[in-house]
């Protein structure tokens, strides 16, 4: 196959056997309770250096509680797939977990800004949907995917792709590598305890992520019993095969929204922005993270009651979200 | 010549960004479908052009929702995966779902933002400067996918010197790229495909058969020296450079009191222009 042009940035290598054998080995087939505290989930699950995926983002439907748990412990040296996020990529290299980015997009910040003066930053170059699509090729088994975009830009001579001769239409093509990440997080509206878990409404690509990441966590808005999943196994988006654990996580993506089950708080989403803008994010842990020992004795000790169910009248749509 | 001119009261004043949405929103073609940036001046561009101008125009986001009803306003950021932007819709999916459907050819038209664009339509959000001046921003998210499979491509971007320039300091989304024939097939993007026009609050450009930006319109209270001390690179400029009509009082309205109610898009660095006597005039010093 003739390679017409190549970026030059390293890529987490790709090993689509490699992955395999890791599901024979690791993954249980067998139905296994996996409920975890998200401390517990963690600790076992992230380690250092791992490459992390989670879905949507700390605002939107996304896996906060996690990512508050990750500051907490201290992780260091995570690759993270930067696609579709505001703050998150700000808060974990403000906090000193992350070293590696492949940037789709994220909320730019004197956070980051300083990361890099400080050279302990890398972005490696894609856009969001490129990124879903190195995950779709993941979640496939393949060893990489054509795009119809990213060829041409500045974007593709700083990533892993590759502009190609197509052997089946002589065309140049595009080929991004497949990304099977270390670690996937992604916060659901429902899951039993095995990991058959639901999403409702829009997301951004957590069949994908959780499927061709080698270690899933699940945070999920409710439990429910496994007879409400083969009641309606249509709304199952993710098998319970490809989670290793599953979170009771209400309010799990506070301060974000989580569609149909509660709204944004505002004032804390604007403190993150403000947090990430201003090199702030220390004093953003010291004040969210790590004075409580979990995530529900911060939302008990310095949300409340009282704005939690504020929170969760403000959403008002719920069409869409329930079964 | 006026270009884009509609019913209704011409508003005797309103903000620059209001002049850039009104002017998009007359562009939006009914039956056509969009793909629009969630956040900011785009989004509130094809709502604003359905309410008033294109009921049968639709639109889907990069979270995969399809042709939505939303219920307004948005709260702040909660622009995608949100139930508020995402209500009603004919369907929901995920961002490969946008991207898949693009890449199919399914969507007629892109609208974008951008930091800085170049005399190909060249679009970059990444980064600005180079060496240690080198400050980098948030990257192009859907944008490059967008520039890359839609049909025709809307860029609405600010009108000011260091982002109309001759070469992009990096190109994040793809315009006609070094702007000779089939350079964008050359890359492996899809035939047929690439910028259409580019509005700033002061201008309209579209690109000549050489796949150069040209200058086509202005707005009332700019001329075309002004314009043209806003580019670094200058831009083409067609023979007959027209007018772009006002905003109305009808739309402002909409876009007021329903579309962008916290001033979130209109109210960024934005000037004021007025009717003084049959003139319209930019407020300076702001």
Redesign the interface.
Same mark, same amino acid.
């Given at each position: 196959m003739r390679i017409l042009a190549e970026g030059t940035a390293p890529y987490l290598p790709v090993d689509p056997d490699g992955f395999r054998e890791y599901v024979r080995e690791h993954k249980s087939r067998a139905l296994e309770p996996k409920l975890l505290s998200a401390q517990e989930a963690v600790a076992r699950f992230v380690a250092d250096g791992d490459y992390l995926v989670y879905d949507?983002n700390y605002?939107?439907?996304g896996p906060s509680i996690l990512i508050r748990e990750i500051i907490r412990q201290r992780k260091r040296d995570l690759w993270l797939c930067?696609?579709?996020t505001?703050v998150d990529v700000g808060l974990l290299i403000g906090a000193e977990c992350a070293t590696k980015v492949d940037?789709?997009?994220?909320?730019?910040g004197k956070a980051?800004?300083r990361a890099?003066d400080e050279g302990r930053l890398e972005?490696y170059?894609?856009?969001?949907?490129?990124m879903?699509?190195r995950l779709?090729a993941g979640a496939m088994g393949l060893p990489f995917l054509p795009?119809?975009?990213?060829?041409? /830009?500045?974007?593709?001579s700083q990533s892993g792709a590759k502009?190609i001769e197509d052997p089946y239409t002589g065309?140049?093509? /595009?080929i991004v590598p497949a990304l099977n990440p270390d670690v996937a997080l992604i916060h659901v509206h429902q899951a039993d305890q095995y990991g058959n878990a639901r999403v409702f409404?829009?997301? #951004?690509?957590?069949?994908?992520s959780a499927l061709a990441s080698k270690k899933v966590i699940i945070t999920a808005e409710e439990i429910i019993d496994t007879e409400e999943i083969r009641s309606d196994p249509g709304r199952t988006s993710i098998p319970y095969y490809a989670v290793d654990a599953v979170v009771h996580a209400p309010f799990g993506a506070y301060p974000g929204?989580c569609?149909?089950y509660y709204?944004?708080d505002?004032a804390h989403?604007?403190e993150c922005f403000g947090a990430v803008s201003r090199d702030g994010v220390a004093q953003y842990a010291e004040k969210w993270i790590s004075p409580f020992a979990t995530d529900q004795e911060m939302l008990d000790k310095l949300v409340g009651e009282e704005k939690l169910s504020q929170l969760r009248a403000n959403?008002t #749509?719920t069409?869409?979200?329930r079964p | 010549m006026t270009m884009l001119e509609v019913e209704g009261t011409k508003a005797s004043s309103f903000n620059e960004r209001e002049f850039q949405i009104t002017t998009v929103a007359r562009m939006i073609e009914d039956g056509r479908s969009y793909w629009v940036t969630g956040g900011g001046t785009p989004i509130f561009a094809i709502l604003l052009g359905q309410r008033r101008y294109a009921p049968n125009a639709q639109y889907i986001t990069e979270d995969g929702v399809i042709a939505p009803e939303p219920m307004l306003p948005f709260e702040p950021i909660m622009t995608m995966v949100a139930s508020r932007p995402s209500y009603r819709a004919l369907a929901w999916g995920t961002m490969n779902t946008a991207g898949n459907h693009a890449q199919l050819g399914y969507m007629d038209y892109g609208i974008l933002n951008g930091l800085q664009v170049d005399r190909y339509g060249n679009i970059n959000s990444t980064l600005i400067g180079s060496g240690k001046e080198m400050r980098h921003f948030g990257g192009p998210g859907g944008a490059d996918s967008i520039a890359a499979n839609c049909w025709r491509i809307i860029l609405m971007t600010d009108q000011e010197k260091r982002k109309f320039v001759e070469r992009v300091d990096f190109i994040s989304s793809a315009g006609f790229l070094d702007g000779t024939p089939n350079a964008r097939e050359r890359a492996g993007l899809p035939r047929g495909t690439g910028p259409w026009r580019v509005v700033t609050p002061w201008a309209m450009y579209d690109f000549d058969d050489e796949r150069r930006m040209r200058l086509i319109a202005i707005a009332p209270y700019v001329t075309v020296e002004e314009v043209l001390a806003e580019c670094e690179y200058p831009p083409q400029v067609a023979e007959q450079v027209e007018t772009l009509a006002v905003p109305t009082e009808e739309e402002l309205e909409v876009l007021r009191s329903q579309l962008d109610v916290q001033g979130q898009a209109t109210g960024v660095r934005s000037g004021w222009v007025t009717l003084e006597g049959d003139k319209y005039v930019r407020q300076t010093g702001d």
């Open positions: 949507c605002l939107q439907r930067g696609k579709f505001y940037c789709g997009f994220f909320y730019q980051i800004d890099i972005i170059e894609y856009s969001n949907v490129v879903t699509l779709q795009v119809r975009s990213l060829g041409g /830009t500045d974007g593709f502009l065309q140049p093509i /595009t409404g829009t997301g #951004i690509a957590h069949e994908e929204t569609q149909g709204g944004s505002t989403v604007i959403e #749509i069409e869409g979200y | -």
